[in-house]
Each structure stands twice: as structure tokens, then as C-alpha cells.
């Protein structure tokens, strides 16, 4: 393949690393590799630093081209690292000119460094899945990129910019284009998918574009909605969710803690009763639905009794999916200049908080044993349910959705 990319982070990332191979591929570049990085954690910087130098090493004569949410907030820590021949920003990716202009500055030893100013940038293009063809098990459709809040531990608006969103047309057309090309599941995504609309005319709302997909793509078989912000969360989008069961029943969730001075010490802009009292009401609107969250262990300050209230919440909010993120301090931040938790602890609530994870997906995979799911089949071995949860099959086209009956469980997916 003329470009490899190569991506670490979130499903925005793994969407927008489509739209790289495509751009680069059109703007002619030839034994390129593409590393689209992730600012989340020291960790993600520190794994794509290593790649790139073991890249190097394996592929000595093809051109590395860094790019992501970490080169643009460290631009010149990998603009000085030898094995980069190109640093690209986080908007100039999705670019067509700015892969051509990375061909040309190939060609003629230009500037090392394309990184436009990201908090300029105040408007979206659309731009449609790379894999546009059928048989994929799912694609995504990104509606929203930026964040306009400032959580004292994320460094993301700095490598995103602000709150941007494409048009509900573009959105609509987008999906019936990818239904039609037979598609049966599609997921919305961006970066703070819940302020979706705030800067167009109007002011849409998520709940708005959702029911307008849903009304004007009949044909479509299943939308899944990507991480939200609950306390974001629109009259509509719950009228949605209690009234069409094409929109899937399961909702991942940025709660990051459960005890409230954590979460104002975070600036968050929900309390520990609102997350509780959300999934109560959304629970209420659709019995069935399944919660997933991000829960962040060993933030500053951070005690053991406040660590507990986080721990707590899997079961007060009946959480079946946790993603756990150890605290890692982003320079630049609020929360890097706060008292800091003792790493060893850091890395053990993380672990404890994970352990209370896995014990609510065995209570989830138990209760789905004997129940029949409609199942999108994703390989030869494994489909998810409705819910998202997993389920080990044998045989099967990707893409195709089939009603399975569920026999059990092996502890880590469903059985048929």
C-alpha cells in the first residue's frame, strides 16, 4: 500500500485515519507511513514516539509523517526527532491541499513543519467514511470535532480547537449514502458530541440531527451514538432514545469521577447525583438500555473515600462497560499544578476500578444468557448485541445483523 496509518486514541482518530489514507493516496504520495497520534495520556505520547523509531528501523527508506492531537500540542518535540520527516496539524489532516503540499515539500526538502493555529478554525467540512463499501460491520460518521469546555485535566481542546459541527443536511445525506451502500449500523461521533449544533444556525441539538436521521433514512437498521455528555443531554435526545429502537440502547458516558469535590476540582459540570439521577431517568425511558463510562482513578487530590464514591458508581449507576483512565499529568494543565497522588497508588486503584468493571460486565453477560439479541456480525468469530455487548459467533458475513438466541456466557462474550 502507497500509505500506512498507523493510529493510536479514540474512535474520532480510527474515523479520521480513513479520511488520512484517502487524502494522502489522492495527493499522490508513494512509501509514506502516517502516525495519527493521541494526547490523552503521557503513555499514548510516549507509545507513538516508539513507533515511529521502530518504523524507522523496519522501513529505513519510507517518509514518516506525524500527525494527531499530540503534534499538534508538541509540535517540535517530534519535529526534533529524526525518524519525523513531516509534522502535521490536527485540521491540516483532514486536508486535501495539505497532503499535497506534504508531497511537494518531499520533493523539494520544504518545511519540515505544517501546523496551522487550531483555534482559528471555526468551521467543518463533512467529510464521508474512507471504507465506503459494503459488508463493514459498522462505519462512523463524524458530526462534531473541538470542545468549548475546559476540564482542568484535558489537554484535547488545545489539539482539537473549539466546538464545531457539520450542517443536518450534510449529516443526513452522509448516512443515507453510506445505508445505501449497505451499511446496517452507523455511529455518530466527535469530541464533545452532546454540544453538537451550538454553532450553527439555529442551534441544533444531537437529539435534533438524531430523530432527523431517523425520520429522513427510514431504511436505516441501527444508529449508535458515541460518548456523550449527560448532563448535555437534550429533550429530544431522550425522546429519542424512549421511542425508536433503531437508536441502539446503549449510551457511553463521561462521568470521569463519582465524588463531587473531585468533580469540581476537575470542573466538571455535573455532580454525582445527576449521573446517578440521568441513568435513573434514562433507565426509566428504556428499561433495557446498557451504560458504558470513562472514570478517571488517582486524580489530585484524590483520596481513598473519594476514590470509593468512584468505585460506588458502577453499581449506583449500574455501569456495564468502564473505560479507566490512571491519572497522567498533561503539561499545560490546571490539574498538573495540583498535589499529585503517589503514582503505585495510581496504578492500583486503577487496577481495583478496572476489577469492579469486569465484575459488572459478568453481571451484564449473565443476564443476557438465554435471551434472543440482534446481533451485528463484525467477523468470523464475534458480533455485538444491540447493547454492545460481545458475542462470540461462529461463521457469518460482517455487516449482516441476525436475531441469535444467547446460551451463555465464557466470561468475556456471549455464546450462541
Given at each position: 500500500m502507497a500509505v500506512d496509518v498507523i493510529t493510536f486514541g479514540c474512535r474520532l482518530n480510527s474515523f479520521e485515519s480513513d479520511v488520512i489514507r484517502r487524502e494522502a493516496e489522492g495527493a499522490g504520495l508513494q512509501d509514506t507511513i502516517v502516525v495519527n497520534t493521541?494526547?490523552?495520556?503521557?503513555?499514548?505520547?510516549?507509545?507513538?514516539?516508539?513507533?515511529?523509531?521502530?518504523?524507522?528501523?523496519?522501513?529505513?527508506?519510507?517518509?514518516?509523517?506525524?500527525?494527531?492531537?499530540?503534534?499538534?500540542?508538541?509540535?517540535?518535540?517530534?519535529?526534533?526527532?529524526?525518524?519525523?520527516?513531516?509534522?502535521?496539524?490536527?485540521?491540516?489532516k483532514m486536508r486535501s491541499d495539505a497532503w499535497r503540499s506534504t508531497r511537494l515539500a518531499f520533493d523539494d526538502a520544504g518545511e519540515k513543519i505544517s501546523?496551522?493555529?487550531?483555534?482559528?478554525?471555526?468551521?467543518?467540512?463533512?467529510?464521508?467514511?474512507?471504507?465506503?463499501?459494503?459488508?463493514?460491520?459498522?462505519?462512523?460518521?463524524?458530526?462534531?470535532?473541538?470542545?468549548?469546555?475546559?476540564?482542568?485535566?484535558?489537554?484535547?481542546?488545545?489539539?482539537?480547537?473549539?466546538?464545531?459541527?457539520?450542517?443536518?443536511?450534510?449529516?443526513?445525506?452522509q448516512v443515507r449514502a453510506l445505508t445505501e451502500a449497505g451499511h446496517a449500523e452507523i455511529v455518530l461521533t466527535g469530541v464533545d458530541l452532546t454540544s453538537y449544533g451550538g454553532d450553527l444556525p439555529g442551534a441544533p441539538t444531537l437529539g435534533m440531527l438524531t430523530k432527523q436521521i431517523l425520520k429522513h433514512v427510514p431504511e436505516l437498521r441501527r444508529l449508535r451514538i458515541s460518548s456523550i455528555d449527560s448532563i448535555e443531554a437534550d429533550r429530544d435526545l431522550l425522546d429519542v432514545i424512549a421511542t425508536d429502537e433503531r437508536l441502539m440502547p446503549h449510551l457511553h458516558l463521561s462521568l470521569q469521577a463519582g465524588d463531587d469535590m473531585i468533580l469540581k476540582r476537575m470542573k466538571r459540570r455535573h455532580s454525582r447525583a445527576d449521573a446517578i439521577a440521568f441513568c435513573n431517568q434514562v433507565r426509566r425511558l428504556r428499561p433495557d438500555i446498557a451504560f458504558g463510562a470513562d472514570i478517571i482513578a488517582g486524580f489530585p487530590?484524590?483520596?481513598?473515600?473519594?476514590?470509593?464514591?468512584?468505585?460506588?458508581?458502577?453499581?449506583?449507576?449500574?455501569?456495564?462497560?468502564?473505560?479507566?483512565?490512571?491519572?497522567?499529568?498533561?503539561?499545560?494543565?490546571?490539574?498538573?499544578?495540583?498535589?499529585?497522588?503517589?503514582?503505585?497508588?495510581?496504578?492500583?486503584?486503577?487496577?481495583?476500578?478496572?476489577?469492579?468493571?469486569?465484575?459488572?460486565?459478568?453481571?451484564?453477560?449473565?443476564?443476557?444468557?438465554?435471551?434472543?439479541?440482534?446481533?451485528?456480525?463484525?467477523?468470523?468469530?464475534?458480533?455485538?448485541t444491540e447493547h454492545f455487548v460481545p458475542v462470540a459467533v461462529a461463521g457469518g458475513i460482517p455487516g449482516a445483523v441476525h436475531a441469535l438466541q444467547m446460551t451463555g456466557h465464557d466470561g468475556e462474550r456471549l455464546l450462541t
Open positions: 493521541c494526547a490523552v495520556t503521557n503513555e499514548a505520547v510516549a507509545q507513538a514516539r516508539q513507533t515511529i523509531r521502530k518504523l524507522r528501523r523496519e522501513r529505513p527508506g519510507a517518509r514518516i509523517v506525524v500527525t494527531g492531537c499530540a503534534a499538534q500540542t508538541q509540535t517540535d518535540m517530534f519535529a526534533q526527532m529524526s525518524e519525523v520527516d513531516r509534522v502535521l496539524g490536527n485540521d491540516d501546523v496551522s493555529d487550531i483555534m482559528a478554525v471555526t468551521e467543518m467540512a463533512p467529510h464521508l467514511a474512507a471504507g465506503f463499501q459494503s459488508g463493514l460491520p459498522r462505519v462512523f460518521v463524524q458530526v462534531q470535532n473541538g470542545c468549548d469546555h475546559r476540564c482542568t485535566f484535558c489537554i484535547i481542546p488545545y489539539g482539537r480547537g473549539n466546538s464545531r459541527s457539520v450542517a443536518m443536511g450534510a449529516v443526513v445525506d487530590t484524590e483520596t481513598e473515600d473519594m476514590f470509593a464514591r468512584s468505585q460506588a458508581l458502577v453499581d449506583d449507576c449500574d455501569l456495564t462497560f468502564l473505560h479507566v483512565f490512571p491519572y497522567s499529568a498533561r503539561p499545560g494543565t490546571p490539574a498538573a499544578r495540583m498535589p499529585q497522588v503517589d503514582g503505585r497508588v495510581i496504578k492500583d486503584r486503577a487496577r481495583r476500578l478496572r476489577a469492579n468493571g469486569q465484575a459488572a460486565l459478568q453481571r451484564r453477560l449473565s443476564s443476557d444468557a438465554g435471551t434472543t439479541r440482534s446481533v451485528l456480525i463484525e467477523s468470523a468469530t464475534q458480533g455485538r
